[in-house]
């Protein structure tokens, strides 16, 4: 029973797939797409930050550039323990619930600069304070227990400190600290968790990181979803050659939005019928 029309999952993809994820939202709208539109919306780590800016009923150009933040000091990242993360999350396969703790213990331990800082950094970004009438879900990850914690309107988080907990990717960013819990990257579960949109008709996931992972999980995810209708969207090889190697490299923000305005043609043919339409009926 499909409860909700159309569903937007955005995926992580560090500051590169933020670019490019806004860069494609923008030529969409420019191409009569309004990803904004969507009854729900879900974003995992950078994939949180567009979807707090599409929720909140704000226009992508925001982020053609990458916003600077008068009152919050840039990132201060912790190289030592973010190679001790990546070591952890590299041989995670046979036991990812323990992984996910070890790299929690690793973020709480790294030296990346206060909490509020990030907050800050996140709410600039965003240019949004309150959560908006509209389904929007982020996820995040307790650094505590591993497990995953997802933020809507109901939970008592503010919404930048639910961007920031999402964005908290262990060695670059500090957990953040909501309700009494410190929360890291929503993505150590899953870079899209598409399952959370189940109960959608019309499904679009954007997964800027598609090229560097197997694709089982989303396909796994996308089962639960049961949507009538998906289509993903993920970097085509002009992209991926103005992502350069590192999603990280704040330097290469401007080139992956243009890349992402220059693919939004493409995906406004593949999307135009679905998201006007809703896809019709089961």
């Known amino acids: 029973m499909h409860t909700l029309d159309r569903a937007l999952v955005l995926g992580a993809g560090g500051p590169v797939g933020a670019a490019w994820t806004a860069g494609l939202a923008c030529g969409l709208r420019r191409g009569g797409v309004d990803l904004g539109e969507a009854d729900l919306i879900v974003g995992t780590s950078t994939g949180a930050i567009l979807g707090a800016v599409l929720a909140t009923g704000q226009d992508p150009v925001r982020l053609a550039t990458p916003v600077r933040t008068d009152d919050a000091a840039p990132p201060q990242?912790?190289?030592?323990?973010?190679?001790?993360?990546f070591a952890v999350l590299g041989s995670a396969a046979s036991?990812?619930?323990?992984?996910?703790?070890?790299?929690?213990?690793?973020?709480?331990?790294?030296?990346?600069?206060?909490?509020?800082?990030?907050?800050?950094?996140?709410?600039?970004?965003?240019?949004?304070?309150?959560?908006?009438?509209?389904?929007?879900?982020?996820?995040?990850?307790?650094?505590?227990?591993?497990e995953q914690e997802v933020f809507d309107r109901a939970s008592g988080a503010p919404l930048p400190s639910a961007v920031a907990a999402s964005t908290a990717f262990p060695g670059i960013y500090p957990p953040i600290t909501i309700n009494g819990r410190r929360y890291?990257?929503?993505?150590?579960?899953?870079?899209?968790?598409?399952?959370?949109?189940?109960?959608?008709?019309?499904?679009?996931?954007?997964?800027?990181?598609?090229?560097?992972?197997?694709?089982?999980?989303?396909?796994?995810?996308?089962?639960?979803?049961?949507?009538?209708?998906?289509?993903?969207?993920?970097?085509?090889?002009?992209?991926?050659?103005?992502?350069?190697?590192?999603?990280?490299?704040?330097?290469?923000?401007?080139?992956?939005?243009?890349?992402?305005?220059?693919?939004?043609?493409?995906?406004?043919?593949?999307?135009?019928v679905a998201w006007k339409t809703g896809s019709g009926t089961d």
């Open 184 to 272: 890291m990257d929503g993505a150590l579960h899953s870079a899209t968790n598409a399952r959370l949109a189940a109960g959608a008709r019309t499904l679009v996931v954007i997964d800027p990181q598609a090229h560097l992972f197997p694709r089982e999980l989303l396909h796994q995810e996308l089962a639960v979803a049961a949507a009538h209708t998906v289509v993903t969207i993920e970097p085509d090889p002009a992209s991926i050659r103005a992502f350069d190697s590192d999603l990280n490299d704040r330097t290469a923000w401007e080139p992956a939005y243009q890349a992402g305005l220059r693919q939004a043609a493409d995906a406004a043919e593949q999307l135009r």
């Open 95 to 146: 036991n990812p619930d323990e992984a996910r703790r070890r790299v929690g213990q690793i973020a709480l331990a790294a030296d990346t600069g206060p909490e509020p800082a990030h907050v800050a950094r996140m709410r600039a970004m965003t240019g949004a304070v309150q959560w908006p009438n509209r389904q929007l879900l982020i996820t995040a990850t307790d650094a505590e227990t591993g």
């Open 77 to 85: 990242v912790d190289g030592r323990r973010l190679d001790e993360a």
